[in-house]
């Protein structure tokens, strides 16, 4: 890898960096959204995306390549001057037309070449897009293409474009890690996970965990990821969570052209819509009616707009959360727009292990906002801290109440979704969490599994542990040598 991304801060998986981008002599700060040109088809004018807030965009190098009316422009005058964008210009191959149409007539010495030549900022080699639930057998025969292309491509004179590495291997993890391990070892420099789009359309957001933390495992923390296709607002604060850095939108057009309006919660047709829920100029200056009276084109062309306005709004609130060390809070706010997006965060939760491993060991708060919020890394932290601690002679373990804790060596508070809290860190992130006075089960089982750690670490320490209701789910969780007390019987 040529040094080209920086990072500056981490929440979960989630980081801010930067991207040096260095043939336009610019820096992309990320997470960032790069918006999908087509060349012959604009339905927002590229300039207009820069002011939008678009620093970098994607465009396709496989349709300027075989056009009669394009290509020579493209070489003569560069894709900045053609499109009219000043900032970064990465440029696809044709790989998403090869898994749309079975064939395409460039190799990937000469796409690339292409793309060097037409001035492009961040090139792609030909990779195959195994899709999802792919037999096995051809996940890894297509693997082995697409590597053998990545392979090719480090020997093309690509000068100072940056040339990304895709990772394939469809829905197989163990492929996808390896195939993560083995484009981190190419030396090239941007790393899309690809072939993700079918999971997404689809809605298949706990598939899209399992294959990100797969591919990011594989690639390491060094490698800038790209999630190819990845345009959903929706989606982005999860995205992020996983390592995600690059994202590109096709959808903002692609939507809007079937009349179809984003919102950070899902997404919304036209013709029902009776408000627009968005503070966007498009949607502050007209109302829905406006808006379905006018032509096509212009239709399509505010439609896209405010597309574009949630889309790089989100990803401006997805980099705040990132600073303000409340990424996971967005994420599970979101997760609430869609059962499927919930699914997806529960199976991420799974990895709490791999996400604790970069998550800050301290931030300004942490608000206890769902279930979900029992699994969070920082809960898992904790666990393990506990695991380490070692009181002496008897501990009373208290849920609120203090009274007659004098008796006793060493009086801790329970403090759900935790566990038990040594009294010189009551005051230490993330035990000086929010939470609602109305616990759910999933804290208490969690902060029964805090006492299991602590009381097996200690054998020669007495336990007693005084609850007022616990359910009898969490119960099961405290070693049987606790001496437990239901103050409420
Ligand atoms: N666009 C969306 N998915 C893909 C992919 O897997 N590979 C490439 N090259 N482009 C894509
Ligand atoms: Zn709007």
Redesign the pocket.
Known sequence: MSGVFEVREYDARGRLGELTVPRRGVTVDTPALLPVVNPHVQTVPPARLADLGAEILITNSYILHGSAELREPALDRGIHDLLGFDGAVMT?????QL?EYGDIDVTTPEILRFQRDIGSDIG????I?TPPDADREQAQREWTTTRERLDQATGVETGEMLV?A?V?GSTYPDLRERAGGEAAATGLDVF?I????PLLNEYRFADVAEVVVAAKRGLGEAAPVHL??AGHPMMFAFAVAMGCDLF?SAAYALYARDDRYLTVRGTEHLADLSEFPCSCPVCTELTPANIRDGHDERRHRLLAEHNLHVSFAEMRRVRQALSGGNLLELVETRARAHPALLDGYRRLLAESEWLERTDPVSKDAFFYLSAESARRPEVRRHHQRLARLDPAGSVVLTDGDTSGTDEYDEHWRVCPPFGPVPPALSDVYPLTAQLPERRDYQALDAAAEGIRRLVEANPDVTFTFRHRDWPQSALATVPERVTVEDLSQ
């Open positions: 696809d191959s044709g790989s998403f898994a792609t080699p030909v990779d897009p990304t895709p394939q899309p690809g072939a993700v789009v190819f296709g590109d």
